[in-house]
């Protein structure tokens, strides 16, 4: 994917929100200070809205999945445990 090629593959509101705590003088402490690896594409302006857009290198930006999540106001993915089958036979 270009865009992640370009955006080194970086999380661009990782990256934002930590050079706004920097520059807000926060101190980060463990997961706050990394900058996650971006693993998605999302359109800035939405293509329903704007359709020529679609291809403009500017209208998108890479994200980590979090992140992309937040953006669409998803909750955060979570890891779906498989239910173990309760076995009711008695050997
Ligand atoms: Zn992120
Ligand atoms: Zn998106």
Do not use: T
Request: aromatic fraction near 4%.
């Amino acid at each position: 994917m270009q865009i992640l090629e370009r955006d080194h593959y970086e999380c661009q509101d990782c990256r934002k929100r930590l050079r706004d705590a920097v520059a807000a003088g926060d101190i980060l402490r463990g997961e706050e200070k990394k900058i996650r690896r971006a693993e998605e594409v999302h359109h800035i302006v939405e293509l329903k809205e704007h359709p020529e857009l679609g291809l403009e290198e500017d209208n998108l930006i890479s994200l980590c999945v979090p992140c992309h999540n937040l953006r669409h106001g998803r909750a955060p993915r979570r890891f779906k445990r498989k239910k173990k089958l309760v076995s009711k036979e008695l050997w």
